[in-house]
């Protein structure tokens, strides 16, 4: 696997130089903070907003926040992230061969594996470096404005978003590795979410997709076991590692 | 011993075949010129012997190994410059010069004093700014540094001076000449003259094959004489003077073809016999370019 390791340094010279890794850690941090602040701000909105209500003869009560609010507003802020993430790093290796930028580097002995898999570790490092920092954000505040225990099983509810959203990264590296632009890139994997997401309706094939590791309100409320999703597990892993391997073997037969 | 060897190259894309039955080969040490017109087929040539395209038959071996496709094992032995090369816009020629060095596994002192050397040798020695504000002969100089970066053996230049201007052009080719001390290089272009002015050996590539091989001088001799080319000073007179000199009438000049000093006195005396007055007389030394339009049928 020549060069993987100079490439993989590149990549992550390019997220710097081009502001992304910039842009990615003001991202988390906001998102992170803006869960248990929104969460602490509601009984002082509902208060606000109390006279209007009552004159359309809603009357509202004291209003009381909880932890559970704040993580429901986190998980719920995950998706955004997880789409704006795919958005900046769907042209990540169809903008290396439309505009031939790799070419000197392949004819230097790059090899192709080593090509692929330095962006996909550079994407996966830094999706999980801000998802766990926005975590730890939310956390600390979260733990210190509420004593409550309507929370609970934080860190594994939280792996399950992240195998899902690793899931949805190596997908978008898939349809990567042969597609001509990154509109195509975002569309393939646009595509995919959104048919499981379809298909979940339907009650019961749920616990064997992988948009169920995203329910993550009913496994950290303690409403559904996890141990009742192994099978959706297995296969978000399944089409973890099929997405890796097909892409290797995908943009080795790429023209250049 | 010969650095590249091509034999029996054939590849096509769909219906149209693009080389058929290219052989050649380029000695150490030399400057050879790919000659060719515009999708002849040099830059597929140029791609399957760096591995990135698959020909669909023939044998490529360059220093003795031979070139798969998707395999980039040779390549340690090729430094290579696109027609157009694109690089990180982000980066200086400094840093791009040394991921360069990184991936092909140089040491780090050894990356730092080549790429002085190469910035040097370049003219981008000074040059701090990133490369997205480079100019096209600037990357151009650039892609030279990046392809000897790692002193290759076989440096491979597709069409180095196409899209420059004439001072670019001159830069260019400057380079490529003092670069030859280090390694042997082959050098595509439709630009005949640039090929006379540094190339060691020639091919012409026609129809997917080597039309013509040798050295320039030996091209050159391939045509037994040179040209007449009268221009009469009445128009009319054009098509009566190339019948009484034997040439061919083209717009507005007779071309009498491969004419030697005996027949150009020949020429004068008839000229002077029936009194056709004459803008223009030029006795033309034979050049690559009439070559050219000779081996592609123009």
Known sequence: MNGFSPFLKKEFFELYRKGRLLLFGILFVFFGIEAPALAKLTPALFKLMSDEFEQQGVIVKDVTSTAAVSWDQFFGNLPVILIVFVIVFASSVTSEFSSGSIIPLLTKGLSRTAFMLSKLTSALITWSAGLWLCFGITYAYTAYYWKDDSVQSLIPTLLLWWLFSVMVICLMYFFASFAQTHIQVMIGTGCVVFVMSVIGVADPVKKYLPSTLTDSMNFCTGAQSISTIIPAIVITTLVTVCSVVFSLVLIGKRKV | ?298
């Open chain 2, 1 to 298: 011993m010969n650095v590249l060897e091509i034999k029996d190259l054939h590849k096509s894309f769909g219906s149209k075949t693009v080389l058929d039955g290219l052989t050649f080969s380029v000695s150490e040490g030399s400057v050879f010129g790919f000659i060719g017109r515009n999708g002849a087929g040099k830059t597929t040539t140029m791609k399957i012997i760096l591995g990135l395209l698959q020909a669909d038959s023939g044998e490529v071996t360059v220093c003795g190994e031979k070139v798969t496709y998707g395999s980039t094992a040779a390549n340690r032995f090729i430094g290579y410059l696109p027609d157009v090369p694109e690089f990180y816009g982000y980066m200086t020629a400094r840093e791009y010069l040394k991921l360069c060095g990184e991936v092909t596994g140089m040491k780090q002192s050894e990356i730092k004093s080549r790429s002085a050397e190469l910035l040097e040798l370049v003219g981008l020695a000074g040059e701090k700014h990133r490369i997205k504000g480079y100019s096209r002969g600037m990357k151009q100089r650039l892609g030279i540094a990046q392809a000897l970066i790692n002193k290759p053996r076989l440096l491979i230049c597709d069409e180095p001076t196409s899209a420059l201007d004439p001072v670019g052009r001159k830069e260019i080719l400057e380079i490529i000449r003092s670069a030859k001390g280090e390694t042997s290089v082959i050098f595509s272009t439709h630009i005949l003259s640039d090929v006379e002015k540094i190339c060691d050996d020639t091919a012409i590539l026609e129809k997917g094959r080597t039309a013509l091989c040798g050295t320039v001088s030996e091209l050159k001799a391939k045509r037994s004489g040179s040209d007449v080319q009268i221009v009469p000073a009445n128009a009319g007179d054009t098509e009566k003077a190339a019948k009484l000199l034997g040439g061919e009438a083209q717009s507005g000049t007779v071309i009498v073809r491969n004419a030697s000093q005996e027949k150009m006195l020949s020429i004068l005396k008839i000229i002077s016999e029936n009194r056709i007055a004459v803008q223009k007389i030029e006795h033309t030394e034979p050049d690559l370019e009439q070559l050219f339009m000779e081996v592609i049928g123009k």
